[in-house]
């Protein structure tokens, strides 16, 4: 078994997920809302697999994406937020035109106290970044994720933001290769909620946001990071499938963690 074996394996685990809310019980907005949140998040990582494997459906699945987070912030208001960051960082990896009108619309509702609790600043952080709005506020939740939950703000997180406030390039280009390079070391770490099942293993969401929001205010650094594609290990993400195959098997993966990209051989 070979890295692009379990790259097919979670494509295939992910467009089976994708259709959970066939039908969904009528319970509340809410129950409703995060049965479509589901849906879009496996069509979302089967997007980021398909991209690695350079599988022609890749588009298709993104849009699918795209349509259950659409459907989610239809039907709950008090999610709308989170669902926008959602589409953000699907049309960035995209790289649809969409982006910056949806970092907009982040920008107008990043202040709405009605809205539920995000999953994470990060992305609220780049999109407000991305169309050159104050993230002030938002700076001491971000530090406090990246202390307390590394897997998703990489170590470095907060100073690379400063960076890009600073217009240092210099500093910023040294930042996100300093994530990128721990980023690489968690994803092939089975102790680290990246590493087993997660379509983060191959992108670095951070390096994305950070690199897309310096693009659009005049940095664009993306050719001059040094670990922006590095060789990982790839870990098996249903041990209970492959019974024969030791749960710590590693499979190692060459992976351009900006574009999900793998180069298979």
């Known amino acids: 078994m070979k890295a692009v074996n379990e790259l097919r394996c979670r494509l295939k685990r992910e467009l089976s997920l994708a259709q959970i809310d066939s039908e969904i019980a009528d319970i509340s907005t809410k129950h409703t809302a995060t049965c479509h949140q589901i849906a879009a998040n496996s069509w979302f990582s089967a997007f980021v697999y398909a991209k690695s494997l350079n ?21 709950h208001p008090p999610g709308q937020l989170y669902n926008l960051t959602q589409l953000y960082i699907n049309a960035v990896l995209r790289g649809d035109d969409t982006r910056l009108d949806l970092a907009k ?7 709405d106290k009605t809205q539920d609790e995000l999953h994470s600043v990060l992305t609220l952080v780049g999109a407000l970044l991305s169309v050159n709005q104050s993230v ?12 307390h939950k590394s897997d998703i703000v990489p170590f470095g997180s907060t100073d690379a933001v400063k960076a890009i406030l600073s217009n240092d390039e210099p500093a910023l280009i040294n930042s996100v290769d300093e994530l990128l390079a721990i980023h ?9 909620s990246i590493s087993i099942g997660s379509s983060n293993t191959v992108i670095c969401r951070m390096a994305i946001l950070l690199c897309e929001a310096a693009q659009q205010r005049g940095m664009d ?45």
Do not use: W
């Not at 619309?105 to 202040?111: P, W």
């Not at 499979?251 to 298979?264: I, K, S």
């Open 136 to 147: 002030e506020n938002f700076l001491p939740q971000l530090a406090n994720e990246e202390k």
């Open 221 to 265: 650094i993306k050719e001059k990071l040094n670990k922006r594609r590095q060789k990982m290990n790839l870990r098996l993400c249903s041990p209970a499938e492959f019974p024969d195959i030791k749960e710590t098997i590693k499979f190692p993966l060459e992976v351009d963690f900006l574009t999900g990209q793998a180069f298979l051989k």
């Open 105 to 111: 619309h982040i920008s107008i509702m990043a202040y």
């Open 184 to 192: 690489a070391k968690r994803a092939g770490n089975l102790r680290s």
């Open 55 to 75: 599988d022609d459906n890749a588009l298709l699945y993104s849009q699918r994406a795209d349509e259950y987070y659409q459907k989610a912030y239809d039907v």
